[in-house]
């Protein structure tokens, strides 16, 4: 399989506004997973887009998948300082690989 | 079963020496993987194993690596005569096959001095 690409590299917002990231990827997929990560700690999934999905919602999360495009997006909504971290996407074949990810600065 | 495990959590060794880190995945996956990831950088592909066959090798993982997964539970991974270069945060993740979700534990730290 090959990484996904995040983009932004880094966003920074205040507490409460919305924060979207954006990946892209080259070949075709399966389903596409999000993960996050808190510095220092390990990676956790937090949801997984089929292929033949277009959206799907967990709670304040939103993530949004174009196959025609081969990109999906992230979008947190009302964030809180909690949702500072790093996100990834990843598009598991065989093996899972990641992109640099995306650095969420939420401020208090 | 609480998660996927490894040991240590934090490694300081001297440049030349060698180190070996252990993952336990979550019991029932048969699939694991191992990541490296230096600072403000993504998680880099290294290996993963299904059950006891190691299926694929990064050529970030030079002759001086090595992981093993024996028995298809634990796996080590060790770094022979270490360099300041291999300072950073040593991933194991598992998931079971037919199941993307993978499960990542907390990572080794090791810093190189």
């Known amino acids: 399989s090959q990484q996904g690409e995040e983009d932004p590299q880094a966003l920074s917002i205040q507490e409460g506004e919305n924060a979207t990231m954006n990946c892209s990827y080259k070949?075709?997929?399966?389903?596409l997973q999000w993960y996050r990560q808190n510095s220092g700690r390990g990676l956790v999934h937090l949801i997984l887009?089929?292929?033949?999905?277009r959206e799907k919602h967990s709670g304040r999360l939103r993530v949004t998948l174009d196959t025609s495009k081969k990109s999906s997006s992230l979008l947190i909504t009302a964030s809180r300082a909690a949702d500072t971290a790093s996100y990834f996407c990843?598009?598991?074949?065989?093996?899972?690989?990641f992109g640099a990810g995306t650095r969420l600065t939420v401020k208090p | 079963d609480t998660g996927v495990s490894q040991d240590p959590r934090h490694k300081i060794t001297k440049r030349g020496q060698n180190v070996t880190f252990r993952c336990d995945p979550i019991?029932?996956?048969?699939?694991l993987y191992w990541y490296r990831q230096t600072l403000g950088q993504g998680p880099e592909f290294l290996t993963y194993?299904?059950?006891?066959?190691?299926?694929?090798k990064s050529r970030l993982l030079s002759d001086r690596f090595s992981a093993e997964r024996p028995k298809g539970s634990f796996s080590t991974l060790e770094i022979q005569r270490t360099e300041q270069g291999d300072s950073a945060m040593y991933l194991c993740?598992?998931?079971?096959?037919?199941?993307?979700?993978?499960?990542f534990g907390q990572g080794t730290r090791l810093t190189v001095v």
């Open positions: 993740a598992s998931s079971e096959s037919g199941r993307p979700q993978a499960f």
């Open positions: 070949t075709s997929i399966n389903n």
């Open positions: 887009i089929r292929s033949n999905e």
């Open positions: 990843a598009t598991p074949g065989d093996d899972m690989r």
């Open positions: 019991s029932e996956h048969n699939r």
């Open positions: 194993f299904q059950n006891e066959a190691q299926l694929e």
